[in-house]
Nanobody
Framework: QVQLQESGPGLVKPSQTLSLTCTVS??????????WSWIRQPPGKGLEWMGA???????DYSPSLKSRTSISRDTSKNQFFLQLSSATPEDTAVYYC??????????????WGQGTQVTVSS
């Protein structure tokens, strides 16, 4: 059973960088053909795909967030990371990490973390 767990600060000041970690257990982030994604849900809004990192380490980002988003990984710890720069209150959301199974595009997920609330406020 694959499990994902998000962690990071729950409060970020405007203009700072929002940084989150997703720790994966029960499966390797380097297993062929799986992708690992970050998704968020602002209050009262739908889910927004932010980006993903592939088993190979390549990355893909939402065009609307690409200039501010970086996804990286530490294979030795089986973790992947989100950095969102120049945070604004509009980045306040519940942030999720999730696994994308092979050959399903980038918006189909089979395992999710429980989500972590991040508030951007001074």
């Amino acid at each position: 059973q694959v499990q994902l767990q998000e962690s990071g600060p729950g409060l970020v000041k405007p203009s700072q960088t929002l940084s989150l970690t997703c720790t994966v257990s029960g499966g390797s982030i380097t297993t062929n053909y799986y992708f690992w994604s970050w998704i968020r849900q602002p209050p009262g809004k739908g889910l927004e795909w932010m980006g993903a990192i592939a088993y190979s380490g390549s990355t893909d980002y939402s065009p609307s967030l690409k200039s501010r988003t970086s996804i990286s990984r530490d294979t030795s710890k089986n973790q992947f990371f989100l950095q969102l720069s120049s945070a604004t209150p509009e980045d306040t959301a519940v942030y999720y990490c999730a696994r994308i199974p092979p050959n399903c595009g980038l918006v189909t997920y089979d395992y999710w973390g429980q989500g972590t609330q991040v508030t951007v406020s001074s």
